[in-house]
């Protein structure tokens, strides 16, 4: 029988064990070949954090933390993570790029350049239906190119 989930519908892939697992063993399938270029996984928002640790884990890759700026902390930092690194944006959609954009900002503040976007879409019943990799394609204003 089949359990009723209570979620977000883009953020239902991250709380069952068996969709969390089939999208983080899909972003490492895809990010390893992607590994020389880029040295952390930038990460804003609830259901992202949740499994980008372990992504980064598995890929020996540091975690840059960018925090909204409504959220609530113990911490003085809006941004948390080694300075100097390639960084790669880790999301479940671009929607109004507001995110993105926060990111971008949130990494160049501490000296790190975004390199790189993974977006997976979650909407479908706890299912990664597809995923998208894209790095090194950013002009200097920070829009993405098509």
């Not at 590994?35 to 890929?59: E, Q």
Request: aromatic share 8%; with cysteine; net charge positive.
């Amino acid at each position: 029988m089949a359990r009723k989930l209570t979620a977000c519908r883009h953020e239902r892939v991250i709380f069952t064990v068996k969709s969390r697992n089939r999208l983080v063993k899909e972003a490492v399938e895809i990010l390893k070949t992607w590994t020389k270029d880029f040295d952390a996984i930038a990460v804003s928002g609830y259901s992202s954090a949740l499994v980008v640790p372990i992504i980064a884990h598995k890929l020996k890759k540091n975690i840059v933390l960018v925090r909204k700026t409504s959220e609530t902390r113990f911490s003085n930092h809006n941004v948390e993570g080694q300075h100097g690194q390639r960084v790669l944006f880790f999301d479940d959609l671009i929607d109004s790029g507001s995110t993105f954009r926060h990111i971008k900002k949130g990494v160049e503040s501490i000296s790190c350049r975004l390199v790189g976007t993974y977006l997976y879409n979650s909407f479908g019943c706890n299912s990664v239906d597809e995923d998208l990799i894209s790095m090194n394609n950013y002009k200097s204003d920070g829009d993405i190119i098509r």
